[in-house]
């Protein structure tokens, strides 16, 4: 069973991670880096999280529930199930910056190929929620075709992603939004009225 950490040290660790995991990578850090830029020992980070794969798996659900308060937001910000598709879009653009370098999710399922390795378990529980909202607003829309257009939509995000870290350019990801713009089809005038809750 997964532990849970608890706590300021955790979050400072957490923290500490999270920053070195995904500017360095995973594997190129060590725990011993972690726990000196955290601010603790290597010992209290073991009690915490067991494990490196322990703190890497707790470093990546972290990620996914910030995500989700993103969702939650967009959700809460949005009406309309188009405009809430479209905010996702917008939100991957907001998560990127001067250092980007693509998906921490997908740049730790490269680092961990086994399929049955709890890092996967959790990019992939990952990759399926943001799939399924996007599946979610394409019903309220009436998109008889909701799984495939959300399997499109999926590609453009991630495929976006990736070049855009492989340029350095935000480019790519606006011109993702634009195809799927297009891919909605024509914006339906009751839209306004409708409110996708």
């Known amino acids: 069973m997964a532990r849970t950490p608890r706590g300021d040290a955790a979050a400072k660790v957490l923290g500490a991670a999270g920053q070195l995991f995904y500017n360095r990578g995973i594997h190129a ?5 972690v726990a000196a830029e955290a601010g603790t020992t290597k010992t209290a980070l073991y009690g915490n999280f067991g494990s490196k794969d322990g703190l890497v ?4 659900r972290a990620r996914d529930q910030r995500w989700q308060q993103q969702i939650d937001q967009i959700t ?6 188009r405009a809430r598709i479209l905010a996702v879009f917008d939100a991957y653009e907001a998560w ?6 693509g998906c921490a999710f997908l740049n730790a399922a ?8 709890p890092v996967r378990e959790v990019v992939r529980h990952h990759k399926e929620t943001v799939r399924s909202y996007l599946q979610a607003q394409l019903r309220r829309l009436g998109d008889d075709a909701g799984a495939a257009t959300a399997d499109r ?13 492989v340029s350095s350019d935000r480019q790519p990801l606006r011109e993702a939004r634009d195809l799927a713009d297009a891919l ?6 009751g839209a306004a009225n409708h409110s996708g809750t």
């Open 29 to 33: 850090v060590g725990v011993d880096t």
């Open 57 to 60: 798996t707790a470093y990546l």
């Open 76 to 81: 809460a910000t949005h009406s309309s199930p």
């Open 96 to 101: 990127s910056s001067d250092t980007f370098r």
């Open 110 to 117: 490269a680092e961990f190929p086994d399929p049955d390795h």
């Open 153 to 165: 939509l999926m590609l453009l995000l991630e495929g976006s992603i990736a070049m855009s870290m």
């Open 184 to 189: 909605l089809g024509p914006v339906d005038p």
